[in-house]
């Protein structure tokens, strides 16, 4: 019971604010790979500085892994 309220709740929080959810099963995490946003102020900096000596470190440790949002 409790964790119907508490989910009931969380529903009501990400309506009222307009967040989405999006859940996964057990079988598209262990099977997939993450989300990485090609948005993100790295990967931009990455696209706009590709003679940098720095892109290919920023690329791989900051743009290329995936984040909460």
Known sequence: MRNRTLAAG??????ATGVVV???T???AAGSAFYVDP???AAKWV?????DSRTA???DRVAAVPQAR
């Open 22 to 24: 999006t859940t996964w």
């Open 26 to 28: 057990s079988a598209q």
């Open 57 to 59: 470190v920023i690329r």
């Open 10 to 15: 969380l529903i009501a929080v990400c309506a």
């Open 47 to 51: 696209a706009a500085n590709p003679g």
């Open 39 to 41: 948005g993100t102020n």
